[in-house]
């Protein structure tokens, strides 16, 4: 083979993987307009995502197997639940350290978000709700990347007063001077931008990137 066929030849690959990242990125593009409602689907994008990066050349990239991936990777649903200057909050407790988070948790099979808001409010709070619009899309990635938690937050208004929680990680469901969002041990760690928003008359959407809070 002479140096021009050779010439061609590379001429050919390196349009070929040059395609092949953009037609991998076309999909990834495609496919993340709206915020995936399930794990399957952010595990997809994520490896989608891994074919749009072109390769570097002397540094090796960790590969993760999907088990692996299961275990950093959690999506959650959460309410938030204003009535007033209030807040409900549910209270975690492990030890002697309590954790304030808004009601919410995973996801079962073939459970829309929505669904799930709905019945994680009734077991914690131990009432209904009517969940309303996508608030939030909050993201919180532990040191080295060992774990990874992507919260999805509809606002909700709950049909009564809350009682006893059926989930026994939580201590009890109840509202909180929304002030309070700034100073309770919080996670994700977003309670002051929440109050923030809430003070301001904030009522649209938005993304937030919190840091890791064990």
Same mark, same amino acid.
């Given at each position: ?71 950093? /990777? =959690?999506?959650? @649903?959460?309410? #938030?639940?204003? +009535? *007033?200057? $209030?807040? %409900? ?44 619009? /996508? =608030?939030?899309? @909050?993201?919180? #990635?532990?040191? +080295? *990347?060992? $774990?990874? %938690? ?65």
């Amino acid at each position: 083979m002479n140096e021009s066929q050779t010439g061609q030849r590379g001429k050919f690959a390196t349009n070929a993987n040059a395609l092949s990242a953009d037609r991998a990125m076309s999909i990834v593009s495609e496919q993340t307009r709206f915020v995936p409602t399930n794990l399957a689907t952010l595990q997809q994008r994520s490896e989608l995502a891994s074919l749009a990066r072109p390769t570097t050349l002397g540094r090796k990239r960790t590969r993760h197997s999907m088990a692996e991936l299961n275990a950093m /990777l =959690r999506v959650r @649903v959460a309410a #938030l639940c204003v +009535a *007033g200057e $209030r807040v %409900l909050l549910a209270k975690h407790v492990r030890g002697s350290q309590a954790t304030y988070l808004l009601p919410g948790g995973g996801m079962a099979a073939g459970e829309t978000a929505i669904a799930a808001v709905e019945r994680e409010v009734r077991e914690e709070a131990g009432v209904c709700c009517d969940v309303g619009a /996508l =608030r939030y899309v @909050v993201e919180t #990635l532990a040191p +080295a *990347g060992s $774990r990874h %938690l992507v919260q999805v937050v509809f606002a909700a208004a709950v049909r009564g007063e809350p009682g006893a929680s059926a989930d026994p990680r939580v201590a009890e469901c109840a509202w909180h001077p929304i002030a309070e969002l700034r100073t309770l041990p919080f996670h994700p760690d977003v309670g002051a931008a929440i109050a923030d928003d809430l003070a301001s008359g904030f009522d649209g959407c938005r993304y937030l990137l919190a840091p890791w809070r064990d």
